[in-house]
């Protein structure tokens, strides 16, 4: 039996966090405007919010992750929440309890969110579709399939630096075969409206009909580059040379490594993203990392104040504070 | 026992019959259609009006757990649900634990049938030693205990030479392959077609080659050796083609296709649904079309359940970690139908690629009401619609994706060897 969008309850809220795709532009946008007011709290010298104070949010990490968990726990810990870290691939799984009992475990903790990265895609909709009523899943990354709070984090720095989505040509570089960044980075700038994005990759990094996704497909890096706005880099990683995938790292280096040379052809405003960590001199030369037009820390930073808001959208708690907030005004009104 | 069964539709592909008429039977053999043969006073008669009356169905493709998985299901519980859905014969492949590699196994497939009394089982013999593609089986033992055929199920022989040596060691003794087209390497490590579910979903892809590379050697190698070989569960339009153009050369290849490759698509595939985690992998909607193109043309000649049963854990992991497979038993009769309805297939293709096809590929003798087979007969309501629910299924495996489809046509009565080995509650 096919199981509709499971993301968004009858009313259209978020529920769970799990891929961008099936989720509308004003979702997205309300995310967006969500963190840009975190983003403010977040510089303050008090960064702590009372939002989430009395819920436990698990940390459920099935393949080790530092920094994403870390950006989780910290995004947790400023909404007051109670965050619990469990490392599962070194605790249950190698017991030879099943994903299923773990989950029910940690439910019979009553917790209220769990925040799930697994190295096999789907991992995240298959806990969501198991997990008791009141809990909400957020996708920290699942295989090749997304990681869509990462990809919510670049569109928010796209946004700082230029405004409207509406005009933009976003190129997106590296190994998209294995890439939940660029899934999930192609379904957010589609949905918010870029009318150009190019993905730029040998055949051998892309996979099967990536042009159905609705991007542009160029091997060339100078081609791919000319006229655009925005670079999002993909980290590569090592094994792909064992795998027949490419011949050696300076090649792809040679080829698709970014340069200032090759940045050239871009648009002289182009900013620079890149998920982390950074193999320099392989994906790009760490003049371009380290430069003016690179904002790869920026995302860091930003990261927080997107999974704060994702956090508390799919706890409800903006939504029922502001429902509070309506329901008040509509009875002095009376 | 002498039996008549009165006033059904009978439809018997091999003899070219599809007439409203009595069948008796007499001592586990049909003994005449239309008219009783001179001196037959029935013990028991089945009255069957408005129903079909056919041979019973042949499965090219089942797997019953046993040995082995006996949490997956058992050779009881799988030939009553065979039972159940008018299948009376079943060809188990040999990746079973142990592998039918040696006569012993083959013994105790047999000895575990006869126990259950519901189908017939015809086990499939290794092709090579423990499936591992490394050393032939003792083809001939395997044969002389009851093997209808050799294969080496879904595990492919990577070793070129090894498969060259099976089928000279084959062809010397003129026996029958059964083949799974595909190339280890193209498919290893994938769970899906790859093309545009694959890509969005991120799920590593089986590719249309991984079929026809592993075709395109096999056909090569059986051009050269002369063995007779039967491809089972094709995917791909492709493959279709390719099966079709040897058949036209002369080569002595048959083929089969699994009920669901004709009714879902990689779409089906959803937001990670399970279900429809099988293999070969469900394909797009162009080769759906070309398999049922194929089947409507004859190139493919028979429609098998490729029966997988699990238990329920199976399937209760994130999609890349589950066991591929449907229970496909209960759904193999109604879905050929349903291609009937869909104009495909006329009725008697329909039951032909069930019932005489995979008799004449097996060189078997069932498949047919001709007088003096055996009397394994499957009766079902063409009008009756039901429904696939949990609640009903007799397999042990209820791990299949046509839960809540409406299907019409429903089996009523089965026979074995002219023994009611089901009979519907409702009757």
């Known amino acids: 039996m096919r199981q509709g969008n499971i993301q968004v309850d009858p009313q259209g809220r978020l529920r769970h966090f799990l891929t961008i795709e099936g989720l509308t532009p004003s979702i997205l946008t309300e995310i967006l405007d969500t963190a840009e007011s975190f983003a403010a709290t977040s510089e303050q010298a008090v960064k702590k919010l009372p939002l989430l104070r009395g819920k436990t949010i698990v940390n459920l990490f099935f393949e080790p992750s530092t920094r994403t968990r870390t950006t989780f726990e910290l995004a947790a810990k400023r909404l007051s929440a109670d965050v619990l870290n469990i490392n599962v691939s070194a605790s249950s799984t190698t017991k030879g309890e099943s994903l299923l009992d773990t989950l029910r475990n940690l439910e019979a903790m009553y917790c209220d969110m769990f925040v799930v990265r697994h190295a096999e895609s789907g991992a995240a909709h298959f806990i969501a579709q198991h997990v008791a009523p009141h809990v909400s899943v957020i996708n920290a990354g699942d295989g090749s399939h997304a990681h869509p709070t990462q990809a919510i984090l670049d569109m928010f720095t796209v946004r700082r630096h230029k405004g409207d989505f509406g005009k933009l040509c976003v190129a997106i570089v590296g190994d998209i075969l294995h890439s939940r960044v660029a899934r999930s980075q192609i379904h957010a700038l589609t949905t918010l409206g870029v009318p150009e994005v190019r993905v730029i990759a040998p055949h051998t990094l892309l996979p099967a009909q990536i042009e159905t996704l609705g991007v542009h497909v160029y091997h060339d890096l100078r081609e791919g580059l000319r006229d655009v706005d925005v670079i999002m880099m993909l980290r590569l990683q090592r094994e792909r040379m064992q795998g027949a995938l490419l011949p050696s790292e300076r090649e792809y280096f040679h080829l698709y490594g970014l340069t200032e040379e090759k940045l050239a052809y871009a648009r002289p405003d182009v900013i620079i993203m890149h998920p982390g960590p950074i193999n320099r001199g392989v994906e790009m030369d760490s003049a371009v990392a380290d430069g003016p037009r690179s904002v790869i820390l920026q995302q860091v930073s930003h990261g927080i104040a997107v999974r704060m808001a994702i956090m508390t959208l799919a706890m409800r708690v903006r939504p029922l504070a502001a429902e509070a907030g309506e329901a008040m005004t509509a009875r002095k009104t009376k | 026992m002498r039996l008549r069964i009165s006033g059904g539709r009978v439809i018997d592909p091999a003899q070219g019959v599809d007439k409203v008429q009595d069948v008796y039977v007499a001592e586990g053999k049909i003994a005449a259609l239309g008219k009783a043969p001179d001196g037959f006073t029935a013990d028991r008669e089945i009255v069957v009006r ?67 009394g519901t189908a017939r089982i015809l086990p499939l013999g290794a092709l090579t030693k423990g499936l591992a593609g490394n050393e032939i089986a003792e083809m001939m033992a395997l044969t002389e205990t009851g093997c209808v ?279």
């Open chain 2, 50 to 116: 408005h129903q079909v009356v056919c041979p019973g169905l042949i499965d090219l493709c089942a797997r019953l757990r046993e040995p082995g998985q006996p949490h997956k299901a058992t050779i009881a519980s799988e030939t009553a649900a065979a039972a159940s859905a008018g299948i009376t014969t079943l060809c188990c492949p040999p990746d079973t634990d142990p592998v039918i590699d040696t006569p012993a196994v083959v013994e105790l497939i047999h000895h575990r049938a006869a126990q259950a």
């Open chain 2, 149 to 427: 055929a050799i294969s080496n199920a879904g595990r492919p022989v990577t070793n070129t030479l090894v498969m060259r040596r099976a089928m000279e060691y084959a062809a010397t003794h003129d026996l029958l392959l059964i083949l799974r087209a595909q190339d280890y390497w193209l498919s290893h490590g994938g769970c899906a077609h790859e093309g545009k579910v694959s890509t969005r979903l991120g799920l590593p892809g089986i590719p249309e080659s991984a079929e026809t590379a592993g075709l395109a050697r096999d056909l090569l190698l059986i051009e050269q050796t002369g063995v007779r070989a039967h491809f089972g569960q094709l995917s791909t339009a492709r493959a279709v083609q390719m099966i079709g153009r040897a058949q036209h050369d002369g080569l002595p290849v048959s083929a089969d296709v699994s009920a669901h490759q004709l009714h879902l698509t990689e779409m089906d595939l959803g937001h990670f649904d399970s279900a429809c985690h099988v293999s070969p992998p469900l394909r797009t909607l162009r080769d759906r079309d070309g398999l049922r193109k194929g089947l409507a043309d004859g190139v493919i000649a028979v429609v098998c359940s490729d029966h997988q049963p699990h238990d329920p854990d199976a399937k209760l992991l994130p999609f890349t970690e589950t066991e591929p497979g449907i229970s496909a038993l209960e759904s193999l009769l109604p879905l050929t139908l349903r291609l009937v309805d869909e104009g495909v297939l006329s009725l008697t293709e329909a039951l032909a690629r069930l019932t005489s096809q995979p008799a004449r590929i097996l060189g078997i003798e069932a498949g047919s009401l001709a007088i003096g087979k055996p009397a394994d007969i499957c009766i079902y309501d063409p009008d009756r619609y039901w429904a696939l629910s949990a609640a009903t299924l007799i397999s042990h495996g209820h791990n299949t994706p046509f839960l809540g489809w409406e299907f019409k046509g429903r089996v009523t009565h089965t026979l074995l060897g002219g023994r009611l080995v089901y009979v519907t509650d409702s009757q």
